[in-house]
Protein backbone atom coordinates (compact mmCIF):
# COMPACT_ATOMS: atom_id res chain seq x y z
CA UNK A 1 0.00 0.00 0.00
CA UNK A 2 0.96 3.79 -0.59
CA UNK A 3 2.45 5.68 2.15
CA UNK A 4 4.08 9.34 2.55
CA UNK A 5 5.54 9.75 5.81
CA UNK A 6 6.24 13.29 7.01
CA UNK A 7 8.69 14.52 9.70
CA UNK A 8 10.50 17.52 10.83
CA UNK A 9 8.00 19.65 12.54
CA UNK A 10 8.24 21.37 15.08
CA UNK A 11 8.41 24.57 16.99
CA UNK A 12 10.45 27.99 15.44
CA UNK A 13 11.12 31.56 16.38
CA UNK A 14 9.77 33.98 13.75
CA UNK A 15 12.52 34.07 11.08
CA UNK A 16 14.04 30.67 11.92
CA UNK A 17 14.06 27.65 9.53
CA UNK A 18 12.90 24.11 9.49
CA UNK A 19 13.48 20.93 7.17
CA UNK A 20 10.52 19.06 6.53
CA UNK A 21 11.08 15.44 4.76
CA UNK A 22 8.20 12.80 3.46
CA UNK A 23 9.43 9.50 2.86
CA UNK A 24 6.97 7.75 0.14
CA UNK A 25 7.14 3.72 -0.03
CA UNK A 26 4.51 1.59 -2.52
CA UNK A 27 4.98 3.48 -4.97
CA UNK A 28 7.21 4.19 -8.17
CA UNK A 29 8.12 7.63 -7.23
CA UNK A 30 9.50 8.78 -10.27
CA UNK A 31 6.26 8.86 -11.79
CA UNK A 32 4.81 10.60 -9.71
CA UNK A 33 4.37 14.91 -9.25
CA UNK A 34 5.41 15.46 -5.51
CA UNK A 35 4.42 18.43 -3.58
CA UNK A 36 2.97 19.76 -0.17
CA UNK A 37 -0.11 21.65 1.25
CA UNK A 38 -0.35 23.33 4.72
CA UNK A 39 -3.46 23.88 6.75
CA UNK A 40 -4.20 26.18 9.68
CA UNK A 41 -7.17 25.85 12.04
CA UNK A 42 -10.31 26.47 10.39
CA UNK A 43 -8.76 26.89 7.10
CA UNK A 44 -8.70 25.36 3.76
CA UNK A 45 -5.97 22.78 2.56
CA UNK A 46 -3.64 25.28 0.59
CA UNK A 47 -0.40 24.67 -1.79
CA UNK A 48 2.71 25.34 -0.64
CA UNK A 49 4.78 24.18 -3.27
CA UNK A 50 5.63 21.48 -6.03
CA UNK A 51 8.41 19.25 -8.00
CA UNK A 52 8.48 17.91 -11.54
CA UNK A 53 8.95 14.37 -11.47
CA UNK A 54 12.59 14.59 -12.41
CA UNK A 55 13.41 17.29 -10.14
CA UNK A 56 14.37 19.81 -12.53
CA UNK A 57 11.47 22.34 -11.63
CA UNK A 58 9.37 23.59 -9.18
CA UNK A 59 6.70 25.51 -8.54
CA UNK A 60 5.28 27.99 -5.23
CA UNK A 61 2.71 29.21 -3.60
CA UNK A 62 3.43 33.42 -3.43
CA UNK A 63 3.02 33.44 -0.18
CA UNK A 64 6.03 31.54 0.24
CA UNK A 65 8.48 32.58 -2.67
CA UNK A 66 12.17 33.10 -1.81
CA UNK A 67 11.85 31.09 1.38
CA UNK A 68 11.17 28.04 0.95
CA UNK A 69 12.63 25.61 -1.34
CA UNK A 70 11.18 22.13 -1.96
CA UNK A 71 13.76 19.38 -3.68
CA UNK A 72 13.44 15.35 -4.03
CA UNK A 73 15.85 12.53 -4.24
CA UNK A 74 14.14 9.63 -6.17
CA UNK A 75 16.94 7.25 -5.20
CA UNK A 76 15.76 7.42 -1.77
CA UNK A 77 12.27 8.27 -2.51
CA UNK A 78 12.23 11.07 -0.46
CA UNK A 79 11.25 15.04 -0.90
CA UNK A 80 11.81 18.03 1.01
CA UNK A 81 10.92 21.15 1.93
CA UNK A 82 13.12 23.28 3.12
CA UNK A 83 11.70 26.57 4.82
CA UNK A 84 13.64 29.60 5.89
CA UNK A 85 12.57 33.33 7.59
CA UNK A 86 9.44 31.40 8.87
CA UNK A 87 6.66 33.59 9.86
CA UNK A 88 3.86 32.90 12.46
CA UNK A 89 1.21 32.79 9.32
CA UNK A 90 3.50 30.15 8.38
CA UNK A 91 2.27 28.04 10.95
CA UNK A 92 0.00 25.09 9.93
CA UNK A 93 -0.26 21.43 9.44
CA UNK A 94 1.96 20.52 6.30
CA UNK A 95 0.95 17.72 4.45
CA UNK A 96 3.35 15.77 1.59
CA UNK A 97 1.24 15.01 -1.10
CA UNK A 98 2.16 13.11 -4.73
CA UNK A 99 -0.31 12.43 -8.40
CA UNK A 100 0.90 10.68 -11.19
CA UNK A 101 -1.21 13.16 -13.87
CA UNK A 102 -1.62 16.66 -12.31
CA UNK A 103 1.53 18.74 -13.95
CA UNK A 104 3.51 20.55 -10.97
CA UNK A 105 2.68 23.64 -12.88
CA UNK A 106 -0.91 23.17 -12.18
CA UNK A 107 -0.60 22.32 -8.61
CA UNK A 108 -1.09 25.84 -7.38
CA UNK A 109 -4.50 25.90 -9.08
CA UNK A 110 -6.44 22.60 -7.97
CA UNK A 111 -7.84 21.93 -4.50
CA UNK A 112 -6.80 20.68 -1.74
CA UNK A 113 -8.52 17.02 -2.12
CA UNK A 114 -7.73 16.71 -5.56
CA UNK A 115 -3.88 14.60 -4.98
CA UNK A 116 -3.93 10.79 -5.34
CA UNK A 117 -2.26 10.37 -2.25
CA UNK A 118 -1.26 12.05 1.15
CA UNK A 119 1.06 11.72 4.08
CA UNK A 120 -0.14 12.27 7.92
CA UNK A 121 0.44 15.52 8.52
CA UNK A 122 3.83 17.26 10.56
CA UNK A 123 3.00 20.16 12.62
CA UNK A 124 4.71 24.17 12.04
CA UNK A 125 4.00 26.73 14.69
CA UNK A 126 6.47 29.79 14.45
CA UNK A 127 6.69 31.41 17.44
CA UNK A 128 6.25 35.53 17.43
Known amino acids: QVQLVESGGGLVQAGGSLRLSCAAS????????MGWFRQAPGKDRDFVASIIRSGAGAYYADSVKGRFAISRDNAKNTVTLQMNSLKPEDTAVYYC?????????????????????WGQGTQVTVSS
Open 97 to 117: AADLLISASRWATIGGDECDY
Open 26 to 33: GLTFSSYT
